[in-house]
């Protein structure tokens, strides 16, 4: 008995330390891929499994009526007649290429539906990472206001300690604690939504590689010269060929005629059996009204392709200017932030024999604040750099690609 509960003991911490590793191996692309299993997929599906061919497919008899008739109102002139009236083959044909039309649209439904959960899923992923680093930071400008106050504490009676600059410092204190709370709080936040929506109650991003901004330049530039179609354009031009199949549809709604069987068991005649065709033809339709509304929601369509294309070749170009101004604004803060050269100047300070330790820790601060500035700018450039994927339908192009990570290493 000790022996089955001890198996057991070790079978459930097997368990739970298998369960932590796996929590702990949950990747940025483990992520993304959680875009493929939101619920709002899910309709597509269901209605896309619904349209089998079973539940569209129009008969090939539309109606089979039995008949008796007795034109002399007698026993010996009663008849019988079985009559067939066939389905329309083109409509047949037509309705099967409006219900595939209609499937490829709940396709391209579908891919747009992805493409908007993709994108959520990184801007989840950027927003974690950069609030961690907006902690740390913080974490960092607090340390140095504490250690200000501290020696300004110290040295109370000497020639270093100034009332005002010491007040200054305490309400600096206060102030980045509730810039630490306020990053602290928005970070948890993020955390929560994303061990949710992954299922995991631990993860750690800590080692990922955020993409460089030399590296979004390159790309965007490659990118932009790429000729990637548009889902959006191309979910019109579907829904296009929808309209116009409705159309054809509607213009077969006729009846093509009928074959009759016909039985005459009572007559004196050569034959007691006998047929009859009808042929109809169509030369006034009284689905006129339904054939105009199809066709002008089709018209619809077309304008609305139109002026999506060109709005599409506007927001491209508008997108990447934007990206490649916001990438030369970061640049320039960069080599700004190398003349002002910070480190160095806090290097020499601290060689000065009689050096001030309250100004070695105010150009220490002016570091970190260069440093905030430097992570805002990079922030709001891959911000852009995810509307211009978005834009230029990249997000999604096969095979997948994780574009916020610095090898841009495939999504599997």
């Known amino acids: 008995m000790k022996q089955f509960v001890s198996k057991i003991s070790l079978t459930v911490v097997f368990l739970f330390l298998s369960i932590t590793f796996l929590s702990a191996q949950e990747t940025v692309s483990d992520y993304l891929l959680t875009a493929f299993e939101d619920l709002n997929l899910q309709q597509y599906d269901a209605q896309r499994d619904f349209l089998s061919p079973r539940n569209y497919r129009l008969p090939i008899i539309d109606e089979l009526e039995l008949r008796a008739g007795n034109d002399e109102l007698n026993y010996e002139d009663l008849q019988y007649a079985v009559r067939i009236r066939p389905g329309n083959p083109w409509k047949i044909r037509r309705n099967n290429a409006f219900f595939n039309a209609t499937k490829k649209e709940l396709s391209l439904r579908k891919e747009l539906e992805f493409k908007e959960n993709l994108l959520s899923r990184y801007e989840d992923v950027l927003d974690y990472l950069f609030e961690q680093q907006f902690y740390e930071l913080v974490l960092k400008q607090s340390s140095l206001t504490s250690q200000k106050a501290t020696i300004f504490q110290q040295n109370m009676e000497s020639d270093l300690f100034d009332a005002r600059d010491f007040a200054e410092t305490k309400i600096d204190q206060v102030e980045k604690l509730e810039s630490l709370d306020d990053v602290l709080t928005e970070w948890n936040q993020i955390r929560k939504t994303i061990s949710v929506i992954f299922g995991v109650s631990d993860f750690d991003w800590s080692t990922f590689e955020l993409i460089s ?17 548009s889902k959006e354009l191309e979910l019109i031009a579907q829904r296009i060929e929808v309209a116009r199949q409705e159309v054809r549809v509607e213009k077969a709604d006729f009846d093509i005629g009928y074959i009759q069987g016909e039985y005459f068991p009572f007559t004196n005649r050569d034959s007691e059996i006998g047929y009859s065709v009808g042929i109809t033809i169509p030369i006034f339709q009284n ?60 290097q020499n300070l601290a060689r000065v024999e009689d050096y001030d330790p309250i100004a070695i820790l105010e150009m220490k601060e002016g570091i970190l604040k260069l440093e905030e500035v430097l992570l805002k700018s990079k922030q709001r450039v891959i911000e852009q750099y995810l509307e211009f994927l978005f834009t230029f339908d990249v997000l999604t192009y096969q095979p997948l690609i994780n574009y916020l990570s610095e090898d841009l290493e495939p999504i599997e």
């Not at 294309?309 to 990206?323: C, G, H, I, T």
């Open 213 to 229: 901004v030399s590296t979004i330049d390159s790309l965007a530039t490659e990118l932009a010269n790429s000729s990637i179609n």
């Open 287 to 346: 689905n006129r009204a339904q054939i105009a509304e199809r066709k002008l929601d089709e018209i619809e369509l077309r304008n609305e392709f139109e002026s999506e294309q060109f709005q599409d070749s506007v927001n491209r170009v508008l997108e990447y200017e934007y990206l490649k101004n916001l990438i030369a604004h970061h640049n320039q803060i960069v080599q700004q932030t190398e003349e002002i050269d910070l480190e160095h100047l806090v």
